[in-house]
């Protein structure tokens, strides 16, 4: 029993030196590409602003319309660069490496959606307070808001991560990715419009943060099997 406890405690240090460097590492990658990496960022701001100019600028008009466009811009600029999340490492022989390595490849792919949701997804989150204001966004109504597109970008990323585990053998992905995700996204876009929605009310959107938080938590549990899964079946 002993022996089997010193192993438990020799295992968890393994899996935390390496999370820490699999994460510096897409880290380092995303800030040596800080170009590639600032796209889904301008997208997110361009979309969001300029949509209004081709409707209405008018407030009251511009206030209902605010919740579907940031959650649609936000659920857009999600997908940009998915398809090079795992396509780098397939096309090198890293991928074959790390499916022989002794980590689960299940938490290799699970840490890999954690870079990139550090590097796209939070900066968005970031920027939204901007963006929701300009778009008529009551001040009072941001941390519901932020608290909402924090589990809403996360559950993008694990939800395009299946996708582009699905999809990394092929050579032309860039369409086929957006097809696989969004008819999935849709819970997530309507529990967060909702929920943005009753937060410009004056309302806190318990009932969509909790949905939003199911979902994530079905997301972390089951989409890094499906990652693995899919991860393996491409390298076959």
Avoid: C
Wanted: net charge neutral; aromatic share 8%.
């Amino acid at each position: 029993m002993n022996r089997g406890m010193n192993h438990t405690r020799e295992s968890g240090p393994d899996l935390a030196t390496a999370a820490i460097a699999l994460l510096h590492r897409d880290l380092t990658l995303a800030w040596r590409r800080i170009g590639d990496a600032m796209n889904p960022l301008l997208f997110f701001a361009m979309v969001a602003l300029v949509f209004p100019l081709a409707v209405t600028p008018e407030p009251e008009f511009l206030q209902k319309l605010a919740p579907g466009i940031l959650w649609v811009a936000a659920l857009l600029a999600s997908l940009i660069g998915l398809s090079a999340l795992f396509a780098p490492d397939f096309q090198d022989g890293t991928l074959e490496q790390q499916v022989l390595s002794p980590l689960p490849l299940s938490f290799i792919a699970l840490i890999r959606v954690i870079g990139h949701w550090l590097s796209t997804g939070l900066p968005l989150v970031v920027l939204t307070p901007v963006i929701a204001l300009l778009l008529g966004f009551p001040a009072q109504s941001l941390p519901a808001l932020l608290l909402l597109l924090l589990l809403g970008t996360l559950f993008f990323s694990l939800l395009g991560a299946i996708g582009a585990a699905l999809t990394v053998s092929l050579r032309s992905s860039g369409l086929l990715l957006p097809v696989l995700i969004l008819p999935l996204a849709v819970p997530v876009l309507i529990f967060g419009a909702r929920g943005s929605q009753m937060a410009m009310a004056g309302e806190w959107p318990a009932g969509p943060v909790y949905m939003l938080g199911f979902l994530l938590l079905l997301a972390a549990s089951l989409g890094p099997l499906a990652m693995a899964g899919a991860l393996r079946i491409s390298l076959d």
